[in-house]
């Protein structure tokens, strides 16, 4: 019996509770708190981004410094002169993780530049020919006769 006269008291009382208006003013104190916090949160939003943005470029510039291969400057190597140019007959020092071999190999300078090689087998060719049948290769110099090219205009109408 109880629960039937609590059910009473509560559907009489819910009707005056939905006809009640809120207060003035509710809805724009609500939304200005809001703004407020969301104004402090994008605020520290930025400065959480650049602390991080700030962290990673010195990992990574730290990275590239200790990667790098070590090398010689160039003023150095000129004072060393031409003995540091000289092939070497030692073996070459074991490289570790951290010194790499540098990509540029100092090579002696040559009496005559392009180096001569070898003839390649076109080349051999061509000089046979030119033994055999001068005039075929001595008259790459004479005037080559090209005719004009005529090319009419289109019509526009559809004709041609």
């Known amino acids: 019996m109880q629960d039937s006269e609590l059910n009473r008291i509560l559907d009489n ?40 943005l700030a962290a990673v470029s010195s990992l990574v510039i730290a990275a590239f410094w200790l990667l790098a291969p070590k090398s010689e400057p160039p003023a150095a190597a000129a004072r060393a002169g031409p003995a540091s140019v000289a ?5 070459a020092p074991l490289v570790t993780k951290r010194e790499r071999p540098s990509r540029h190999i100092a090579r002696p300078k040559q009496d005559q530049f392009p180096s001569s090689a070898p003839l390649s087998g076109e080349e051999r060719s061509l000089l046979a020919l030119a033994k055999r049948a001068p005039e075929t290769v001595t008259n790459a110099s004479a005037e080559i006769d090209i005719p004009l090219i005529q090319i009419p205009p289109l019509q526009s109408d559809g004709s041609q």
């Not at 809120?22 to 602390?51: F, M, T």
């Not at 092939?87 to 073996?91: D, G, L």
């Open 13 to 52: 009382a819910l009707p005056g509770y939905s006809g009640a208006t809120p207060l003035d003013g509710l809805e724009q104190r609500v939304l200005n708190r809001i703004g407020r916090a969301s104004r402090k949160r994008s605020w520290l939003h930025y400065l959480e981004a650049a602390v991080a």
């Open 87 to 91: 092939y070497q007959s030692q073996p």
